[in-house]
């Protein structure tokens, strides 16, 4: 899965300042703040002094000058933080009269920027939980921003947390981002955990306000393909090269999912098919005429031997033996025949209820032939725009030749009787399919000589058309 990265440490407006500030003057600036920190974690040691909540807000003040200014010491927005809800605590003992000034300190943008830029110092030395932690603080704080809704998915992300990316980067989306990579990473997510509906929701979402992006309608058919919702996949598809005819990958992968679809209903009919030939009696008949044919004969022996009997009374121990035996297979040919009649009769009574898998059987057959001709239909179109497109050659090519192949199969099951009348005719028809296949094999070889696929492909191909000569 693709992820979001963030830009370097430097990238932080308020820290970059700071690299560029003179080293000497920073220096003294931030013994400064530690000083302060110092002395108001000394007045928190002082009994009296812990118990009013201005000494907790000026702790606070000064652990949040630090985080803004300095870097030595990377917790220091949390403990800034900390030293506020001790001042409120304390505060909302004493009555509350100014609970309300140390909310808006612990709801400050101030705050806020501080926990963003510690957590970035943390994401630079890839700490990511900590950065995680510090830019959720950051996003919790002022909630309409999405800069740190973008950071903390970002740093969740990265910690593989989806549960925590998905909740910081759709609060991103919702407050007016419009990054187009944190739409594309969203629906990234949700379609690894099969959330489908969801991915499509927010891809939709990200086309509105990215209204000239390509990559983002072409994840959304991604994600109809990945739910097997290629009607969907086809209609968006048609929309966009109705909308620009000119991009070939559009129209080249509308011409992939026709192709895929022909190919699963050319699957779902095969299994279809099987079915209907398991009620198929007619390799059962000839059997039984077979085995019929054969009790006549039996019968007409064994009249012979009973006439042979009377007529010849010496030999009648031999012709007893072998009335005998012709009688035993007569009735394992009976029993044979019998069992035969039973099998037919249960394939028939099956049969009957065949009609609806027949009429679905050829309504698919019709579908998938309007999937297959849409699919040569739009690969042409490629072919006009770019008749050296590798894709549209190779996939008309492969087209074709499955069609021979599906044809030919009709011959391969025919009995001699049934082939002497309609092979040859089937079989030309095959060929020609075969045939046809030929140049697209052979262009797409010369674009790309070295395919060992299509190498195979066409020596295949010159064989089977050896045949057809």
């Known amino acids: 899965m693709k992820k979001l990265v963030l830009s370097a440490f430097g990238s932080f407006i308020a820290l970059a300042a700071l690299a560029q500030q003179d080293a000497s003057l920073q220096a003294i600036e931030c013994k400064g703040y530690a000083d302060a920190v110092a002395k108001n974690l000394k007045n928190t040691e002082n009994a009296k002094k812990a118990e009013k909540s201005a000494t907790w807000v000026a702790l606070g003040d000064s652990y949040l000058n630090l985080a803004q200014r300095c870097t030595d010491d990377s917790t220091a927005a949390m403990k800034a933080e900390n030293a506020y809800k001790k001042a409120l605590e304390i505060e909302n003992a004493a009555g509350g009269k100014k609970a309300k000034d140390i909310e808006t300190s612990l709801k400050s943008p101030e705050l806020a920027s501080a926990f963003l830029m510690q957590g970035a110092g943390f994401y630079n030395n890839k700490n990511y939980k900590k950065a995680a932690e510090f830019f959720g603080k950051s996003a919790s704080i002022s909630p309409k921003d999405t800069t740190a809704a973008l950071y903390a998915g970002i740093a969740e992300q990265l910690l593989e947390n989806n549960a925590g990316a998905l909740a910081h980067l759709n609060s991103f989306i919702a ?63 048609e929309v966009l090269v109705k909308k620009d005819p000119s991009n070939l990958i559009n129209l080249t992968n509308l011409g992939l999912i ?37 009790l006549a004969a039996y019968d007409s022996e064994i009249a012979s031997l009973n006439a042979k009997l009377k007529k010849e009374p010496k030999t009648a121990a031999a012709t007893k033996k072998r009335l005998t035996e012709i009688t035993e297979q007569k009735a394992d040919i009976e029993k044979g025949i019998a069992s035969l009649i039973s099998e037919i009769q249960q394939k028939k009574s099956a049969a009957a209820g065949n009609t609806e898998l027949n009429a679905k059987a050829e309504k698919l057959a019709a579908q998938q032939k309007e999937a297959k001709d849409k699919a040569s239909e739009t690969y042409h179109k490629v072919l006009e725009k770019d008749p050296n497109s590798y894709e549209a050659l190779y996939n008309l090519a492969v087209l074709n030749y499955n069609e021979g192949v599906e044809i030919k199969k009709i011959v391969d099951y025919m009995d001699i009787a049934t082939y002497r009348k309609e092979g040859k005719a089937i079989e030309d028809k095959a060929c020609a399919k075969f045939l046809t296949s030929k140049p697209f094999f052979e262009r797409a070889s010369k674009l790309k000589p070295d395919d060992d696929i299509v190498k195979e492909s066409l020596s295949n191909l010159e064989r089977i058309l050896e045949q057809c000569k």
């Not at 209903?265 to 095969?270: K, Q, R, V, Y």
């Open 175 to 237: 407050n007016g981002g419009k990054d187009v990579s944190v739409f594309y990473s969203v629906a990234q997510i949700y379609k690894s955990e099969k959330k489908f509906d969801e991915a499509t929701a927010v891809l939709k979402k990200g086309m509105e306000v990215n209204p000239e992006n390509k990559d983002l309608p072409n994840e959304l058919i991604n994600v109809y393909l990945a739910s097997n919702n290629i009607d969907k996949a086809i209609a968006d598809l």
């Open 258 to 294: 026709y192709d895929s679809k022909a190919q699963e209903m050319g699957n779902e009919l095969n299994k279809i098919q099987d079915k209907l030939a398991e009620s198929n009696t007619e390799k059962l008949d000839k059997k039984l005429l077979a085995e019929q044919d054969k």
